[in-house]
Nanobody, 124 residues
Framework: QVQVVESGGGLVQAGGSLRLSCAASGSAYSINTMGWYRQAPGKQRELVAA???????DYADSVKGRFTISRDNAKNTVYLQMNNLKPEDTAVYSCNADYQLYSDYCKGVRRISWGQGTQVTVSS
């Protein structure tokens, strides 16, 4: 009952920047952690960055110092500012949201929704 939509991907040269957006919508009692993952061809999906509703963040070692995740709780939207992009950053970037419905809350049930992904291509 929560839908996630990503935007902002594209083609950029090495050293350039992109900003990805992830908007969550629908009915939810609460949305907790939201995060960005990426998957390159032939590789498994990996965590890029995540942020809790309290503002705590987590980053993959490969992007620390280059990427910044932020969150607008009022809009249920997270952003990923990607600077100094490298060819190895090329991947499909997907956003997810960890959330609970009202009926789940008292039971401790948690759910996850994924977006369709947005392609980021970095040329050398």
């Amino acid at each position: 009952q929560v839908q996630v939509v990503e935007s902002g991907g594209g083609l950029v040269q090495a050293g350039g920047s992109l900003r990805l957006s992830c908007a969550a919508s629908g009915s939810a009692y609460s949305i907790n952690t939201m995060g960005w993952y990426r998957q390159a061809p032939g590789k498994q999906r990996e965590l890029v960055a995540a942020i809790t509703n309290g503002g705590d963040t987590d980053y993959a070692d490969s992007v620390k110092g280059r990427f910044t995740i932020s969150r607008d709780n009022a809009k249920n939207t997270v952003y990923l500012q990607m600077n100094n992009l490298k060819p190895e950053d090329t991947a499909v970037y997907s956003c997810n949201a960890d959330y609970q419905l009202y009926s789940d809350y008292c039971k401790g049930v948690r759910r996850i929704s994924w977006g369709q992904g947005t392609q980021v291509t970095v040329s050398s």
